[in-house]
C-alpha cells in the first residue's frame, strides 16, 4: 500500500514541494490522522460496487482512502491551484476523477451518467468547507441526486441541528429539510488538533442515510420548507405570529391561517420547535392553495 498523505509529515512536506498556501475563505483545512481517514470511511461501507463522490480532495488526504475501498471516486475541487498537487499525489491510484469545479455549479446528474452508470450504489463522503455544508447538502436533496447516503465532516454545531428533534433548542428549519429526507445522526466528533491549518470549532462526521419513505405526503416540498422556515424567525413568538409575517401577504390574511391551523388540528399558540415533520407537513397542505 502507497504511503498515507495524511500524516503531519508527508502533508508538510507536500504542501511545501508545491509551495501551497491555504485559503481561509474556501475552507480549507486538511486532515492530518489516518485514523480519523479509516473512521469515516468505514462509516461509508464502501465496495468495488459502489461509487463516490468527494467535494474538496484538498491535497488528497480522504481521496485515496475512498480509492482503496470503492469502485470509483469522483471529485470536485474549486481551487485550481490544487489539481498539478492531487495529479501528483494521487498518480498510484486509477479510479479517481478530479474535476475542477465549484459543485455548487456541476451539473451532477449528467456526471453520475457519464461516470456512474454501472454502479449499485453511490455515496457522498467529503471534509466539506464549513462555509458552504448547507448549500452542498440542500443541493444534493432538492435536485434529487440518486445518492444512498452522505458521511460528511462538517461543524460540529451544524450537525447538531441537522440532527435535533423536536422540543430541542437546536431544532429549526434546517432539521426539518434535511430530516424530511435523510434519516440522520452524528457517527463521530472530531478534535480540532487533527486539522492544519486548525479550525476554530468543534467538527463532527454526519452521518445522512435515504429514508426508504418520506414522513409525510406533501402537496410542495419547496413551500413545505417556506412554511417551516417562517415559522422560526423569532424562536420565541408563536407560530401563528411568525407566519403573519413570513407568509406573502403578511398581516391581512390573518383568517386564512387561522383557517389553516383549524384544518391541519395544530393550536396557532405554539412555538415552531414544538411541532413535528408530520405537523409541519398537515399546515403546509392546509396553507398551499392560499399562500403558495
Ligand atoms: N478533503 C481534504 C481533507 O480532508 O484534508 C480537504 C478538505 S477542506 C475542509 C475543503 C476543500 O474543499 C478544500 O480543498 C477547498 O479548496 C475545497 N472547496 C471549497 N469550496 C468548494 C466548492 N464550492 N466546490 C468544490 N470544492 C470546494
Known sequence: MNKDIATPKRTKEILEKHGFSFKKSLGQNFLIDPNVLENIVSH???TEQVGVIEIGPGIGALTEHLARKAGKVVAYEIDGRLLPVLEDTLSPYNNIKVIHQDVLEA?????????????????VVA????????????????????????????QKEVADRITALPGTKAYGSLSIAIQYYMDASVAMIVPKTVFVPQPNVESAVLKLTRKEQLPAKVNDEDFL?????????????????????????????????????KEADIDPRRRGETLTIEEFARLSNALYSDFS
Open 127 to 154: 471534509n466539506l468547507p464549513y462555509y458552504v455544508t448547507t448549500p452542498i447538502i440542500m443541493k444534493f436533496l432538492l435536485e434529487r441526486i440518486p445518492i444512498t447516503g452522505m458521511i460528511i465532516m462538517m
Open 107 to 123: 451539473n451532477l446528474k449528467q456526471m453520475i451518467d457519464e461516470e456512474f452508470k454501472d454502479f449499485k450504489d453511490i455515496v
Open 44 to 46: 461509508a461501507e464502501l
Open 225 to 261: 420548507f417556506q412554511v417551516s422556515k417562517g415559522s422560526f424567525v423569532q424562536r420565541r413568538k408563536t407560530i401563528l405570529n411568525n407566519l403573519q409575517t413570513s407568509l406573502p401577504d403578511g398581516k391581512t390574511k390573518k383568517e386564512s391561517i387561522l383557517a389553516a391551523f
